[in-house]
């Protein structure tokens, strides 16, 4: 299936407008049409609450609202948007923002200076292949495992879950 850019409604949310503009440019070139633009998280959760938004571009450092706290509304908001699929731009690539922009609700995440090919093929995989959307007590968002095994047959479903066992050795050591 090939993704028709044409029908998507995208917001921009970036308070650099030179950066704005490159994503609004590199949209276009992909064939998007409708296209709204905010300088921060305050005045995108407005324009989201009165306007169809196919994808959520975000920037992850703004003020007063950032991207993570932006996220974080959308999700948690119970409103025709909640489940509208955000990418976090971002010039810091740190482990730990990109887990906040993840544990967040964010579907992707792409690291500044982006690439035209790295955008378009992230949205075209999230809206191709949305990934499951999971709704708890602790996350909102979508599911954080890109691929799922479907042969798993055992309880350990992390690396990390063979240091909480107890090894008991076999008779055949």
Do not use: C, W
């Amino acid at each position: 299936m090939t993704l028709a850019f044409e029908t998507l409604h995208v917001l921009i949310v970036e308070d650099r407008q030179h950066m704005r503009r490159l994503l609004n440019d590199l949209l276009q070139m992909y064939g998007v049409r409708y296209l709204l633009q905010a300088a921060n998280g305050v005045d995108a959760m407005d324009i989201l609450l009165g306007s169809r938004i196919d994808l959520v571009i975000s920037d992850l450092s703004m003020e007063p609202m950032d991207g993570i706290e932006f996220t974080k509304r959308i999700r948690q908001s119970n409103l025709h948007f909640a489940k509208v699929p955000v990418i976090i731009v971002s010039g810091y690539s740190e482990r730990s923002r990109i887990a906040a922009a993840r544990d967040a609700g964010a579907s992707e995440f792409l690291v500044k200076p982006i690439s035209s090919r790295d955008l378009k093929s992230r949205i075209e995989a999230i809206m191709e292949s949305p990934r499951r959307f999971i709704s708890g007590p602790l996350y909102v968002g979508p599911d954080r495992r890109r691929n799922s095994r479907k042969a798993y047959l055992g309880p350990l479903r992390r690396k990390d879950d063979l240091d909480d066992l107890e090894i008991v050795p076999s008779k055949h050591s």
